[in-house]
């Protein structure tokens, strides 16, 4: 038996689909800080990492070099005379020192007999440990996942994370997923893992989405504790029920009932935090790496090209503004629209029937002639109306009596979400009719024949530059003041606070965040460099990371927020009943609990589709969340999500 006292606590850790190592440097963080709050909290935390695992071959190589302390662990644990002759841990050492962590958790598990691979004298390689983490990427269960439990796991990283906790027995797991996890092939995959763990002698806690089965009240994401990411993620912790039940009345999530008893204004102070950490980090790029942020931040012309367009009109609208202060009797354009700008149904000569589904009157030329016809009479009787306003030159075309061939020139300029769609959602129909009364006001307010310019250049634009979202409502209406990003769905616009979550599939998104130093020659806006995705992150700017800038992004987008993770460390172990006792001085760890006994299995046997879903266990692109759930994800405007937490304790 081992004893934990006040003095120190040694709590052995594996790391498993690392990354760059987010968890473990979340547990340094929080082992550091726990030791500053011992005038509060007589407790203190070490964490030992005795085994890391990750795909990625440069970055099992760079987690070595941002952790030198492994090699003292794996000297001891994993000898270069052992390892050598064992298949999958033969590439570690190099001249005998160490280069790399585990790669593969096929060297670690042996998915067709569903049991941990062992040393010649038969102990598991997998070691002892208290604490299990990992950052698992989604994979589907079968249909009868929650049923089947256990055995519906063969052959994804969740089961060979579970044969790990199966036969060691650790007494905490910590979790992280993308933020739909629980949403992921329609709930089955998040209750099968409740059915495992459950089945395993685990109690568990995990964020769940609002709204959701069982009363969720939200996610984690840095933003609620004051860091400059918005980036919503699903995290669950887990405690072996014959070592400590987790309480019942106490949480394990880093925001307590104090900070959420006044959600706005623990969000307008989280808000103001994280625009000044983000203003620091930006300017201290600037300033010790001039030529990176001026030459590495630079945005392409087509992107400059699209946010200056936009941002003349928001200039004229500036001006119109202007006027109403002078003369409050004017008609105003605030707010701006918080729903997305649809640029296409700004201007009425692009139009068409869009009350229902308008794909099957493309079946019929002639009718649409008659529709096309009244709809143009209807423009030419609006009170704006000037000749000025109608296209001219190589779109003078959609303002002319049309023919049968007028109507197929017409069809043609359709947006493909309403020429090519079987279904016509009840949404897509708000957000155009949204879209064009706000264009009807433009037309009223704006003198047409510069209106009629900007129409006629945005309309040479790609689909994804003519859509505007603005989400910072009541803010300075220019767009070099605030985040933005480039998705499929159009420019993003954020206020300057919070980055949007750094997506790992590709860096066609990367943020462009306002230039705090002006640049001659340069746009007032740039892309975010390496070292300041990496501070978004929780991670410090030297740390070591991949060699090319998009395997680098790609490494954040998948990494966990280091200083969230720490404070949910510090929920958990530290400031919960985790390894102590009510008093929180001395506790008495038993032995560790026995494996369970393993599943039977037919040898040999594993799936097709199992073995291929092994390929990308390291790590997952993000997974967005489905757009009828974002209401209910996305916080309110100068607040803080309630505490999340959604539990289940078996008796």
């Known amino acids: 038996m081992r004893k934990v006292t006040t003095s120190g606590t040694e709590i052995r850790f594996i790391d498993l689909c690392a990354g760059m190592g987010g968890f473990h440097l979340a547990l340094s963080q929080a082992q550091a800080s726990g030791a500053r709050r011992r005038k509060r909290v007589e407790r203190r935390l070490r964490f030992r990492c005795v085994l890391a695992s990750e795909l990625d071959p440069e970055l099992r190589e760079l987690y070595v070099q941002n952790f030198p302390e492994v090699r003292d662990s794996y000297q001891q644990l994993y000898p270069p005379s052992s390892t050598a002759l064992t298949p999958g841990l033969d590439d570690l050492y190099e001249d005998g020192e160490l280069q790399r962590v585990h790669g593969d958790l096929r060297s670690l598990v042996d998915v067709e007999t569903r049991q941990l691979k062992t040393w010649r004298d038969g102990s598991p390689i997998v070691p002892e440990h208290d604490l299990l983490c990992a950052g698992f990427p989604c994979q589907p269960f079968s249909k009868s996942g929650a049923q089947r439990g256990f055995d519906d796991l063969n052959g994804t990283v969740f089961g060979m994370l579970s044969v790990i906790v199966r036969e060691r027995r650790p007494r905490w797991l910590l979790l992280e997923n993308v933020g739909n996890f629980e949403q992921h092939d329609k709930g089955n995959t998040w209750a099968t893992v409740q059915s495992v763990l459950d089945e395993l002698g685990y109690d568990f806690r995990a964020t769940t989405h609002v709204g959701s089965k069982g009363g969720g009240l939200g996610l984690l994401s840095p933003h609620q504790l004051g860091f400059p990411h918005h980036r919503e993620r699903f995290f669950l912790v887990a405690q072996l029920r014959d070592f400590a039940p987790l309480p019942e009345t106490r949480h394990p999530f880093p925001l307590t009932s104090r900070s959420m008893a006044r959600p706005e204004r623990h969000g307008q102070k989280m808000g103001a935090r994280a625009a000044a950490r983000l203003r620091g980090i930006l ?39 202007d006027r109403v202060l002078a003369d409050p009797s004017l008609p105003s354009f605030r707010p701006l629209p918080s729903f997305p700008i649809w640029g296409y149904e700004l201007d009425p000569w692009n139009h068409y029937p869009a009350q229902s589904n308008p794909r099957p009157l493309l079946a019929d030329p002639k009718a649409l002639v008659g529709v096309r016809r009244e709809m143009l009479r209807e423009i030419r009787s609006k009170a704006w109306w000037r000749p000025l306003a109608e296209p001219a030159g190589e779109r003078a075309f959609l303002a002319e009596q ?7 020139r017409w069809t043609a300029e359709w947006p493909r979400y309403a020429s090519s ?121 030297e740390w070591a990371v991949p060699s090319s800038r998009s395997r680098a992004f790609k490494a954040f987008g998948n990494a966990v927020h280091v200083g969230l993770v720490a404070e949910v460390v510090l ?3 530290l400031e919960q009943d985790g390894p102590y006792d009510a008093e929180g001085r001395q506790l008495v760890l038993p032995a560790p609990a026995p494996p369970l ?55």
Not at 402 to 407: E, F, L, M
Not at 604 to 632: M, N, W
């Open 283 to 321: 300017e201290h790029s600037e300033r010790v790496s001039p030529r990176a942020s001026r030459d590495g931040g630079r945005l392409r012309a087509d992107r400059l090209h699209c946010v200056q367009h936009w941002n003349s009109l928001l200039q004229k609208i500036r001006e119109h503004e």
């Open 402 to 408: 049309p023919g049968v061939a007028g109507v197929a």
């Open 421 to 541: 769609r079987d279904v016509w959602p009840s949404w897509k129909r708000r957000f155009i009719e949204r879209s064009r009364e706000w264009g009807e006001k433009l037309w009223t307010l704006l003198e047409p024949g510069w209106l009629r310019d900007w129409m006629d250049v945005l309309a040479t634009m790609p689909a994804s530059h003519q859509k505007l979202e603005w989400n910072c409502r009541g803010e300075e209406l220019d767009l070099w003041q605030h985040i933005l990003q480039f998705r499929p769905s159009g420019l993003r616009v954020k206020r300057f606070k919070h980055v949007p979550a750094l997506v790992a599939l590709t860096t066609t998104q990367i943020p462009i965040v306002p230039r705090q130093f002006v640049v001659k020659g340069e746009a007032p806006g740039r892309h975010l460099l390496e070292e300041e995705a990496l501070q978004l992150q929780g991670f410090p700017r």
């Open 571 to 573: 929920s958990w172990l």
């Open 597 to 651: 006994p393993p599943r039977p299995v037919e040898a040999g046997r594993v799936d097709e589709q199992d073995r291929a879903s092994l390929e990308a266990h390291s790590s997952e692109p993000d997974s967005p969340i489905p757009p009828a759930r974002r209401a209910a994800t996305a916080p309110k405007s100068g607040s803080s999500p309630p505490l999340p937490i959604a539990s289940r304790r078996v008796p």
